[in-house]
């Protein structure tokens, strides 16, 4: 029951840190092109759509729970960032932070497919 509710709450804190006006995102380079902030994007979207996929599981159709995850956290990223440019004064829609958020998504997605797989090979 716990998990179940455990994404609404991670949501809440991630709208909360996306369209805080007093945080600034540190973006300088972690890899080539790639910034720290980018990372902070993914690591959290990748966070998100996990814990979705965990409270949402069926085991007879994890292809129709992807489909729905991967798009429901892509939306809700790209969202958050729009509302960052329509509600916040300091804050701006980033097309790299939102392609971030989507990567996120699937990569989250990926990892909870991986982990299940192994899981289930183990035992």
């Known amino acids: 029951m716990f998990l ?6 991670f ?48 085991q007879n159709r994890p292809w129709m729970m992807a489909g729905i995850v991967i798009p429901v956290a892509s939306l809700i990223g790209v969202l958050f960032e729009y509302c960052q440019y329509w509600f916040t004064v300091n804050r701006q829609f980033s097309f790299f932070d939102a392609s971030a958020n989507v990567c996120g998504a699937v990569l ?3 990892v909870f497919w991986g982990v299940q797989t192994y899981c289930k090979r183990t035992v």
Do not use: C, E
């Open 11 to 58: 949501l809440i804190i991630l709208g909360f840190l996306s369209l805080n006006p007093w945080l600034r995102p540190d973006s300088t380079q972690a890899v080539g092109f790639i910034t720290w902030d980018l990372l902070d994007h993914a690591a959290a979207y990748s966070l998100l759509s996990i814990l979705m996929m965990v409270a949402f599981r069926q």
């Open 108 to 110: 989250g997605v990926i």
């Open 4 to 9: 179940k509710w455990l994404w609404l709450f």
